[in-house]
């Protein structure tokens, strides 16, 4: 059964860090590039970043530098590790495999979401 479950989420002040976790099941991680994705209210979701088989990593411009992505194949689990967090990260944040080159999501079920709102 395919599952992707986020966690991690929460209210952080300006400036501060956050480390969400995707935990997934029935997608053969180990051979899937993982990416992280996020939707805040009224806008598309976009592609945060993302991580190859290898472990290469890309990031879009407004997080590069920031944000950083692992993943622990034994675990079956990707990981974002999000600092100097500013208001404009507060979003719904999701994971999903993606396509290497294009970052474009290969599954059609995503899982819950987990919520980071970036407030004082």
């Known amino acids: 059964q395919v599952q992707l479950v986020e966690s991690g989420g929460g209210l952080v002040q300006p400036g501060g860090s956050l480390r969400l976790s995707c935990a997934t099941s029935g997608i053969f991680f180990d051979i899937r590039s993982m990416g992280w994705f996020r939707q805040a209210p009224g806008k598309q979701r976009e592609l945060v970043g993302l991580i190859t088989i290898g472990g290469s990593t890309k990031y879009a411009d407004s997080v590069k530098g920031r944000f950083t992505i692992s993943r622990d194949n034994a675990k079956n689990t990707v990981y974002l590790q999000m600092n100097s967090l500013k208001p404009d990260d507060t979003a719904a944040y999701y994971c999903?495999?993606?396509?290497?080159?294009?970052?474009?999501?290969?599954?059609?079920?995503w899982g819950q979401g987990t919520q980071v709102t970036v407030s004082s």
């Open positions: 999903n495999a993606v396509t290497p080159g294009t970052g474009s999501p290969l599954l059609s079920l």
